[in-house]
Every structure is written in structure tokens, then in C-alpha cells.
């Protein structure tokens, strides 16, 4: 994204602290710039996008996302584990990603350091930025939290169309009952062969579940999550249906 490329000023000393003002946002980038890069693949790591609309309507999932990406690497450790990259969008053409990091806490402290503003939905450019990792390396899977759309559809599904060809699949989870949002994340869910799922405020348990077996997805592909479906049951097997 043109954001990374971007220079920023040096990491200051107070850069964990919740980013509030301009200069902490670039402090934080800068120290994320900093963290070492995740464990060299010998094959057997998965790679996944997680991308969050971080406007201000997603506070209480972004709180919730950080319990569940914990579980989400934990789940896939059994299989060889997960680098995963975070990806975020917020406020006035704000769009950033991290590094692809290995390890939960760091995940964590990256998520922690994010607050929601607002601003309208960026899923363009996720996408854009996605299409680009592709063409780098091998992604396993792309999964994208957000419960609204303010875009040119068409335009978002060409690039999904070109993310699918190159063979990976996003798993759009959609909060609320908006129907334009549900209109766009079928069908870059279909473009891509993906899956589309609805969750809400009451049902966390149904978003960790099925994020969970998106992760092992990304992991080790379907032969993994087929059998995490029979040792876990229920969020395994709705994603596995939702894709075919």
C-alpha cells in the first residue's frame, strides 16, 4: 500500500501507547516496521490476511478480534502454524498493513496499539493490497470483518475476479444485516471461492469458531479443515459448505 512506502520518523520510546494523534500513528508504524519478520516457511506455513474495517462502527469486534486471533494461532500450531498479516482500513484514505508476524502476542500488541475512526469503507483497497501479496508469495487465505460498503461494486469485483484467479479465497464475515454489504461480500466470496457468513453482537462464539477454522484453512488447505471439522464440528463444517 502507498502508505508503507511512505517515511516515517524514527520509533519513539512511548510508541505502545494507544495511537491518539498523528505522530503516534507514525510512531506505531514505525515500530511495526521494526518488528522481526516471521519464521522463514519450510513448507508447511500457512499464510493470512486479516482485514478489519476499523472505522467506528467496529470497535466492539476489533475487541473481540483480539481474543480470537490468539485461538486461531493456537488451532493452527497442530498443522505446522500461521503467519498472519494484519490489515486495516480507517478515517480519511488511512489503509495500512503490517509485517507478516508468527507469533500471537505480537498480533496482539499490533491490534492493541489500532483505535477505530471514522471514515468510509476502503475494501478497494484491501483488495488491491491483496492481489499484490499474492503475486509475491502464496496466501492461503484472506478473511475480512467489516459490516458495511461504500464502493463502486463493480470495481470490487474485478479484483476479486483476478484475486481468485490466482487461486486464493476470501472469507467475508459480515456484522448486521446491511444488504448492500451482503450484496458485495457474496459475491467477492463467490469470485474468489470463498465463503460469506453473517455474525452479530451476540453470537462471538459463532465469529471464533468459524474464523478459527478459516485459519486452519489458510493453514493446510482443505484437507486440513476436513479433518479439523470432525475433531470440532459446527464452524468447520458451515465454512466447508459455504464454499462449495
Not at 500457512?46 to 472505522?55: C, E, N, P, V
Not at 493452527?76 to 503490517?98: K, N, P
Not at 469503507?121 to 496466501?139: A, D, F, P, Y
Request: with cysteine; charged share 30%; hydrophobic share 40%.
Amino acid at each position: 500500500m502507498s502508505e508503507k512506502k511512505q517515511k516515517m520518523p524514527a520509533p519513539r520510546p512511548d510508541a505502545v501507547s494507544p495511537a491518539s494523534s498523528g505522530e503516534e500513528i507514525a510512531a506505531f508504524l514505525d515500530h511495526v516496521k521494526a518488528m522481526p519478520p516471521a519464521a522463514k516457511r519450510s513448507g508447511k506455513r500457512g499464510r493470512l490476511i486479516f482485514a478489519m474495517d476499523a472505522t467506528m462502527s467496529r470497535q466492539p469486534t476489533w475487541d473481540r478480534a483480539l481474543d480470537i486471533q490468539v485461538e486461531m494461532f493456537a488451532e493452527t500450531a497442530r498443522i505446522g502454524g500461521l503467519d498472519v498479516q494484519l490489515v486495516y482500513f480507517r478515517g480519511f484514505r488511512e489503509c495500512r498493513a503490517s509485517p507478516w508476524v508468527s507469533d500471537p502476542a505480537a498480533l496482539a500488541r499490533l491490534m492493541t496499539k489500532v483505535d477505530c475512526r471514522g471514515g468510509n469503507t476502503q475494501i478497494g483497497r484491501v483488495l488491491k493490497h491483496v492481489r499484490g501479496e499474492v503475486k509475491k508469495g502464496k496466501v492461503g487465505a484472506v478473511v475480512y470483518v467489516g459490516d458495511c460498503m461504500e464502493e463502486n461494486i463493480d470495481d470490487l469485483c474485478a479484483m476479486a475476479g483476478e484475486i481468485g484467479l490466482l487461486g486464493t479465497p476470501c472469507f467475508m464475515f459480515q456484522e448486521g444485516f446491511d444488504p448492500v454489504a451482503e450484496a458485495a461480500f457474496r459475491q467477492i466470496a463467490r469470485l474468489t471461492r470463498g465463503a460469506w457468513c453473517r455474525f452479530d453482537a451476540g453470537s462471538p462464539r459463532t465469529l471464533r469458531d468459524i474464523l478459527k477454522a478459516a485459519a486452519v484453512y489458510a493453514a493446510g488447505g482443505r484437507e486440513a479443515l476436513a479433518d479439523y471439522s470432525r475433531r470440532e464440528g459446527a464452524g468447520a463444517r458451515l465454512l466447508i459448505e459455504r464454499m462449495k
